[in-house]
């Protein structure tokens, strides 16, 4: 019967473990086996089987099952050490359910700061304790700020962060309030000149005569001033420069050299230099290699230029300014450090001549002739072999009606994108991809009887954002198809024709950032446009709630009646438009900031008290322009929102300029060409 009693050795468990078990330590019962199995095998057929067995048999049957017992007991143990160890170890080492507002203030703060600014609006606006965090961080304060009046901070300033937001606080109440902290008259040479403007904090003027006086701005009211004197062997045609981002001036001369090409008809041909100097000594550049040099063959009468300039690109225009012999334009783009030409551009007389710098690669031209503006790309290292020789990209302007023809179409807009800025004393600048572009659009008749100027303004990333959202127009290998403004402008552009309550909205004014400052022409008050989505938003905002307080309707209507201010205008939402098939963007997102978080979000610190009791704002969605002497084709709309503040004080300026810091109002002897005096409006 040995074959029904298994082996010692088939059991599951060493030995070792056994022994040191309770169950089996105590001396075998050698009582009958028959006695005891049926409480320990529960079977008394078991049991009757196991009495059959001699003593030596049944006394090794008991051994085995008690080591059976033994082992099941001991397994259980196990199982249940187990248990209590698994338990033990997920209790310790399961992750703690954290939200993020259980980080530290320190970290929170840095994970906000990678967040759009609108974003960190909205997060203040839903939870009390980011509420708190946020309004009691100077570096959240400041990086809001930044955003809302459209600025970019500067690294390489060193003033604390609370520093930096009260000056930006500051500088922003007195450019709202007309609150400039000093003034400053600055005599002029009165004399014809071709050309002036204010840049970087200088302000120049190009002479007639070719000589080009310069004045740096004072930034104090005890800072003396000081012109500086530029003259040139050649006649001076063209003056620019670029010291948000270098140490940078450019000069353009042409010097007129006859030539015969037989003995009865001489032929005058210019040779074009482009002078590199230093902004703060007027020496020559130590980065320009060599002086940029060209003859242009055709004869022109006068050149005239247009130029633009970021980072290491030149694009230099060429027209003739006689309008006698009509040669083509010129566009050459160029690596102002090594001389290198990298672009050429030929085109019919009246093309170009206002080249627009969109990023560091991509430049705008305005093309007259065709009515469009054209996207070209200067070719960034020796990887681009291909010279273009045709623009990647078109957006065309409206058209006009038959007999009109577009006489000049320029396009202004400061500052330029740009690198790092190099003065470290500017804590902040005006963000130069939402910078806003003046566009001055003249129209006449093809018998010249008559010219009507229209403008229109548009953020320069909207033009940016244009090569994503018309993708399917960009050809490098054909001249790519025109999209039509009825397409991409009615949604990103303002149109105005000439005059807005009294403005003209033109050469008159300047801009700078997201805003246009414009005098009256006259004594009168000084008015400035401002463009940032977010400033239209927050005043609404601000009217409303206003006006929500209000108990009774007399009373709202009386506010409403205080002056041009307190009130906001809205029209028609196109009605007229979609009932004459134009194609919508309704689905498209407007390029640009978007303002919908103020609209909700928690009310921020405001640079002034009461800013509806003295702002305008035009919200007018496809507002159609006032066009009398119908030189377009179709109605043109426009969308593009802003607010409109005056001032108090009244100014009797000819022109006025809109720099970082200041305006600088200019006043004529009588001739809107002869400037006699400057006035600096400090605002900080």
Known sequence: MNEHIPSLKSLSLAQDELLHDQAIGHPIDHTALGDRVPFTLRSRKMAAFVATMSPERQEAFEIQMAQQRAALRLREKRRARQIANSSTTTATTRPVKLTLLDLPPEILTHILLHLPFTSVVICGGINRHLQVLISESAKLQYYIHLGVYGMVDNPRCDLPISERLDRLLERERRQEKFDFDFNKIIDVVVAEHRRRYLSAGMFSILYESGVLHQVQIPSRADQEVEW????????????????????????????????????????TIHEVQVHVNQLSTGKPHPDAQRTISFKVREEFGRPRAGMGCVGDNLVLALRDDMEEHKPDDRVYAYDWKT?????????????????????????????????????????????????????FFILSLPPLSPGNMFRRISLNAEPQPAGRLEDASKPFYADPHRAIIVAEVTIRPIDGSRRTAFSFFVHR?????????????????????????????????????GFVDGYYMGSLGGMFGQRYASPAGGMGPLIVFNFNPIDVAKILVAQKRHISKAKTRDEINQNRGQGEGNQYIEGNQGEEYAGKGKKMLSQ????????????????????????????????????????????????????????????????????????????????????????KQLRVLHYG
């Not at 001549?353 to 070209?376: C, D, I, K, V």
């Open 588 to 675: 498209t997102r407007v390029p640009g900031i978007s303002p919908e978080p103020f609209t909700q979000g928690p009310q921020m610190s405001s640079s002034s008290s009461e800013p509806w009791l003295e702002t305008k704002v035009v919200t007018r969605a496809l507002d159609p322009l006032d066009d009398p002497d119908r030189c377009f084709e179709d109605t043109v709309y426009s969308s593009l929102p802003y607010t409109m503040r005056s001032s108090q004080d009244s100014y009797d300026f000819a022109h006025l300029l809109l720099g970082d810091e200041c305006m600088l109002g200019i006043q004529t002897d009588g001739d809107w060409n002869r400037i």
């Open 339 to 391: 001389g290198e030409r990298k672009l050429e551009i030929n085109a019919p007389f009246g093309s170009y001549l206002h080249p627009l710098f969109l990023t560091t690669h991509t430049f705008l031209l305005s093309n007259a002739n065709n009515g469009e503006l054209e996207y070209w790309r200067i070719p960034q290292g020796p990887s681009e072999t291909h010279t273009p020789d045709q623009p």
């Open 228 to 267: 500086k004197e530029i003259r040139t062997a050649s006649f001076s045609i063209h003056s620019g420069m670029r010291s948000l981002e270098q140490d940078l001036h450019i000069l353009i001369t042409a010097q007129p050299q006859t030539v015969y090409t037989n003995a009865a008809k001489p032929h």
């Open 461 to 497: 990333n909207s033009f940016v954002e244009c090569l994503d959202i018309f993708s399917a127009s960009i050809s490098s290998s054909e001249r790519p198809t025109p999209v039509p403004y009825d397409d991409w402008g009615p949604f990103v552009c303002r149109w105005f024709s």
